[in-house]
């Protein structure tokens, strides 16, 4: 039986976890590479700016809404379980396999990433670079497979560390009172476009930078307070990533003109080329390699709780539910790994990140809709956090999320077409596992 002990997730995780988790899991490169992208579609400091604070609140009124639902259901898997109890067994197997999906393409990316960085510093490794990213997949793997607390630990000090590295290029941008290099001249080509459709495709980049920022609640059923530390997590989480964001930007905007910023590729590394000198290139690099070491981390553990959540509830293999001793749910762990193995090897991302980005405004939409729901048909419930200011920050979060989801239509119909395809696929495929779990019954 899946509710046996031997199958039971262990509540070893706590507050410092969880907002390790997170900012591990949001903060990656994203932020060194966007900044240069964006100042070229906006052409202005302040819509800049701005634009950077609105994804933030985006993501601040979701994790309210997340808030509750994760303390009202603190379950293995996060959101499909909110979706599941709103809206039944399909709409929870749907979300919860595009759900997976979303997040075990990282690990894969993420260990093909780290091997092209380590092998600017030490150009000697070029031709190993498939070889170092399975060897880091085996690693993280070998790692949890040891126990949920080595890789909390992990999470713990890269997370830290990571942070510690955002702030020295913050404060050493801040210090900087060099010459300012002469403005390259704008290029107004992209500002054709028009400003709105300029807005929203900067926004989904930005959007694009802050996910990962629910990550805490794959993790609620192991945690050992979730009705206070999900909560506290969430929001001391989620406001720190804004401010680093916001931060970053207006550090580089002080070394750099906008015109400059605009025109590059890599803002830290230009940035950094200017304070550092020489060394410039290796400090983006390491910093880099710091970020991407702790989001990989956190990216090897959120599949896992997913698919062993999807196990239970008869959506995959009931062997889905097997936790070691260390608390590592080691089929799922495996499962996903080999998963990753197979996209390390194939190397083609693009479709699977246009794929991503629409279902995660999918899952998260549907989650935001499940809070209403819920409150509707479950009112007496136990809600141990209630969301502030319900139904209006709700409500705001479903109509920002079906506005980006139909720019994402607009601008990409291709994966919404992959979409609609996989979701009438699915339903069969659902009928069959659900009688395959009713005779075992």
Known sequence: MSDSKQNQLKKTLGLSFNIAVLIGGTIGVGILRTPGTIAGMLDNYWLIIASWLFGGIYVLIGANSYAELATMLPKAGGSYNYIKRAFGDYAGFLS???????????????????????????????????????????????????GVKNGSTIQQITSFLKVICFVCLVVACFMYSGVQLAPIPKDNAAFQLGLIFSFFKSLQLIIGTYNGWNSVCFFAEENDDPSKNIPKSLYSGVLLVIAIYVLVNVAF????????????????????????????????????????????????MIPPRILYGLSRDGFFTQKGTNVNKGGTPITALLVSSVFSLFLICIGSFEVLFSFAAFTSIIVWGLAYCSLIKLRNSEPDLPRPYRSVWYPWTTILAIIASLALLLGFIFSDPKSFVIIVGITIISYPLFLILKRKRNDNL
């Not at 979303?102 to 498939?130: D, K, W």
């Not at 890599?266 to 390699?289: E, M, P, W």
């Open 96 to 146: 919860g396999w595009f759900d997976y999906i979303t997040n075990a393409i990282p690990p894969a990316f993420y260990c093909i990433v780290i091997s092209e960085y380590l092998i600017i510093l030490f150009p000697g490794l070029e031709s190993y670079s498939t070889v170092i990213a399975i060897s880091l997949l085996i690693a993280f793997v070998l790692l949890h497979l040891s």
């Open 253 to 300: 905007f002080h070394v750099l003109s906008l015109e400059n910023v605009a025109k590059s590729n890599l803002a830290a590394a230009d940035v950094a080329n200017i304070i550092f000198g020489k060394n410039g290139a290796v400090i983006v690099t390491v910093i880099s390699i710091f970020s991407l070491i702790s989001i990989l981390n956190a990216f090897m």
